[in-house]
């Protein structure tokens, strides 16, 4: 229904942020990756966002790439994940490292994450074990998945670049090289692609 809102960043916080977008403020959750890609209130700001609607509530979730997204959408696909428990997964591990986890069968490393115990751990494991074959290419939460990509694509994005283009720049160079583990040689590369 929805895809985007651009506009004005009003209010920033860990769990939530205000968007003015043509007068109208909403107010959308976010997960943490997100909100450590925000830029400070009363700049211009862009979440890709989907709307939950419950019996009580219509929610909006925004997220900083629409990889993001994809992730917490495709973790409601197991039985007992809601939308604060899939929040709470992609505020708290990248896309690669989750799959890396299910993969492996690793229960265990899940269990860290607040909101989920042995049974939900164990349920994301087998009903996704078989889901997330070799070639499942789903990127991860925040775009690339460690803090040094992740650092090296919020100061990109600082430098005036848009979310997508920084977070595909920077996949392409760490396609080229996965060993790259610099923020500042990230963004030095990632601006030859720009």
Same mark, same amino acid.
Do not use: C, N
């Given at each position: 229904?929805?895809?985007?809102?651009?506009?004005?960043?009003?209010?920033?916080?860990?769990?939530?942020?205000?968007?003015? *977008?043509?007068? *109208?403020?909403? *107010?959308?959750?976010?997960?943490?990756?997100?909100?450590?890609?925000?830029?400070?209130?009363?700049?211009?700001?862009?979440?890709? @966002?989907?709307? @939950?609607?419950?019996?009580?509530?219509?929610?909006?979730? $925004?997220?900083?790439?629409? #990889?993001?997204?994809?992730?917490?959408?495709?973790?409601?696909?197991?039985?007992?994940?809601?939308?604060?428990?899939?929040?709470?997964?992609?505020?708290?591990?990248?896309?690669?490292?989750?799959?890396?986890?299910?993969?492996?069968?690793?229960?265990?490393?899940?269990?860290?994450?607040?909101?989920? $115990?042995?049974?939900?751990?164990?349920?994301?494991?087998?009903?996704?074990?078989?889901?997330?074959? /070799?070639?499942?290419?789903?990127?991860?939460?925040? $775009?690339?998945? #460690?803090?040094?990509?992740? #650092?090296?694509?919020?100061?990109?994005?600082?430098?005036?670049?848009?979310? =997508? /283009?920084?977070?595909?720049?920077?996949?392409?160079?760490?396609? =080229? =090289?996965?060993?790259?583990?610099?923020? $500042?040689?990230? @963004?030095?590369?990632?601006?030859?692609?720009?």
């Amino acid at each position: 229904m929805y895809e985007h809102l651009r506009g004005t960043l009003v209010e920033r916080g860990p769990a939530h942020a205000v968007i003015d *977008v043509s007068g *109208v403020g909403y *107010v959308v959750s976010i997960p943490l990756s997100t909100f450590e890609q925000l830029p400070p209130a009363g700049k211009p700001a862009q979440f890709f @966002v989907t709307l @939950v609607v419950r019996e009580d509530s219509h929610r909006l979730y $925004g997220f900083a790439t629409r #990889d993001e997204r994809t992730f917490f959408l495709r973790l409601q696909a197991v039985s007992g994940v809601g939308p604060a428990v899939a929040l709470g997964i992609v505020s708290s591990m990248s896309w690669g490292a989750f799959r890396a986890a299910v993969l492996a069968g690793d229960a265990a490393s899940l269990r860290r994450i607040r909101g989920i $115990g042995k049974r939900l751990s164990e349920r994301l494991v087998v009903e996704l074990k078989d889901k997330l074959g /070799a070639s499942d290419d789903v990127p991860a939460a925040a $775009g690339p998945a #460690d803090s040094a990509a992740r #650092d090296a694509q919020m100061a990109l994005e600082r430098l005036g670049f848009a979310p =997508d /283009a920084s977070s595909a720049a920077l996949s392409a160079v760490r396609a =080229d =090289d996965p060993e790259a583990h610099d923020a $500042g040689e990230l @963004v030095r590369r990632a601006l030859k692609r720009l």
